[in-house]
């Protein structure tokens, strides 16, 4: 399965020390052997198809005017790689995963589920919305959160890349 939407953890101080094209290098582009490896240590997560719903999923909902809301699917600071990759700080980190864990993310896709199914409608995307892809944006915010914990619990950086 190809990933679209990359996570990558990277000690804090990392993302100062890095050039915009080192940072770069550090994060995948696309499934590659790296990525196996990355994951397995906990230090990337990636998505296919899901991110712009988790993102409508964490966001839309008035129940959440929380600003950390925006930050773990595309927030952070834009750096000048290419088109800009977010980079979120440490304690932007910790904001991200404090917000995910006390968030019924069950709950949130469920309430979210017209917003979620006019977007797979809008984005063509096969199949149409279902409980399927529900349990699947459900599943990969949990891996999302978990992600978080231990970026947090280490006072890590995340670089996101979105493959286009």
């Known amino acids: 399965m190809s990933v679209d939407h990359f996570w990558r953890r990277l000690p804090g101080q990392a993302v100062d020390a890095c050039s915009p094209e080192e940072l770069g290098e550090l994060v995948p582009r696309s499934r590659d ?7 397995a240590a906990g230090l990337a997560l990636g998505v296919r198809r899901t991110a712009v719903l988790m993102e409508l999923a964490l966001t839309e ?3 959440h005017p929380d600003p950390a809301a925006r930050l ?3 927030g952070g600071t834009r750096r000048d790689i290419g ?21 019924a993310l069950g709950e949130l896709v469920r309430q979210q589920d017209t917003v979620l199914a006019r977007r797979v409608a809008q984005l063509d995307l096969e199949p149409p919305w279902s409980e399927s892809w529900a349990a699947r ?15 947090a619990a280490a006072g890590d950086a995340v670089v996101v890349r979105e493959s286009v």
């Open 33 to 39: 052997v790296r990525y196996d490896r990355l994951v």
């Open 61 to 63: 909902n008035g129940l």
């Open 72 to 74: 773990p699917v595309y």
């Open 83 to 103: 088109v800009g990759m977010p980079v979120l700080r440490p304690d932007q980190v910790a904001a991200a995963f404090t917000f995910l864990r006390d968030s």
């Open 137 to 151: 944006v459900v599943n990969d915010l949990r891996e999302l959160r978990d992600f978080f914990a231990g970026a």
